[in-house]
């Protein structure tokens, strides 16, 4: 799980300069907020079968019903949202930059999991660009932002962008797990056997539970619900799922107002594990 910290900060608050530097790095992300809204309803769900046991218990299993496979040209709006925060990114970098800087091919915002090649690649990335804006890009980068540097969202933008760029990023039906699947019930114990997770087919089994009654006599009710979402394979995700259009609604929040509105807007610098850790 990300834990995030928001930390106060002693720096003076920036002026009307970076303030109008930030507003312009916004401007690629202002591209990427349609493709967040086009939700269609989903063209999948489940079918549920049970068997009889003993004790009156009764087994019941979940199983994926898709009607239609999410369609490839999905990926073409999400890739294009995905290089928008990309570029907002590198945007602001060239705001920041002077303008004999500005030349170089190898201005950009660079993003590391590792501490050791964010020191040894990242100076022409960041050529001119010193004091807080320089402390700001650095105090963001996923090897000292996160517990888990690979969960990163600017560290998981990375690895989207770059696949983008050489491969289709092909959407899938995938099982949301435990979070998404739950029962209703009265008068019964519940005892889950199986949960799926990640991608799925049609008539893969996604759930299995047993109810039991508590009272034989009674007429327990059973209403059982579990979810499938499209994800977006190649994430590099260890920690945990999250369907594609929150996926972008993570990614697109984490840009704008945690990596450029926090001091950009606010002049509070965000915060990184050693700071929430203090504050322990």
């Known amino acids: 799980m990300i834990r995030l910290a928001r930390v106060k900060d002693a720096r003076p608050k920036r002026g009307p300069s970076q303030a109008r530097q930030g507003q312009d790095a916004h401007r690629p992300l202002w591209r990427a907020g349609p493709h967040l809204s086009e939700r269609d309803p989903k063209p999948f769900g489940f079918r549920t079968e049970s068997e009889s046991g003993p004790d009156e218990a009764t087994t019941y299993h979940l199983f994926a019903v898709i009607r239609e496979e999410p369609p490839r040209e999905l990926a073409l709006p999400f890739g294009d949202a995905i290089q928008n925060m990309r570029s907002a990114l590198d945007h602001l970098v060239y705001e920041l930059a002077t303008p004999k800087a500005r030349k170089s091919r190898n201005l950009q915002f660079p993003i590391f999991t590792d501490e050791c090649k964010f020191k040894v690649r990242s100076p022409p990335m960041l050529k001119s660009i010193k004091g807080d804006e320089r402390t700001l890009i650095e105090r963001v980068q996923p090897y000292i932002a996160t517990n888990v540097p690979s969960d990163d969202p600017l560290a998981v933008l990375h690895r989207l962008?770059?696949?983008?760029?050489?491969?289709?990023?092909?959407?899938?039906?995938?099982?949301?797990?435990?979070?998404?699947?739950?029962?209703?019930?009265?008068?019964?114990d519940i005892r889950f056997t199986y949960i799926a997770k990640g991608p799925v087919e049609q008539d893969t089994k996604i759930v299995s539970f047993t109810a039991t009654p508590e009272d034989p006599t009674a007429n327990m009710k059973v209403t059982p619900s579990a979810d499938l979402e499209i994800q977006v394979g190649g994430t590099g995700i260890i920690g945990y799922d999250i369907a594609a259009t929150d996926l972008l609604d993570m990614l697109r929040y984490h840009v704008r107002h945690w990596v450029i509105g926090m001091w950009f807007d606010y002049g509070v610098m965000p915060g990184t594990v050693a700071d929430l850790q203090g504050t322990q």
């Open 161 to 188: 962008s770059n696949r983008d760029k050489h491969h289709l990023l092909v959407p899938m039906v995938a099982a949301l797990g435990q979070p998404s699947t739950w029962v209703a019930w009265s008068d019964g």
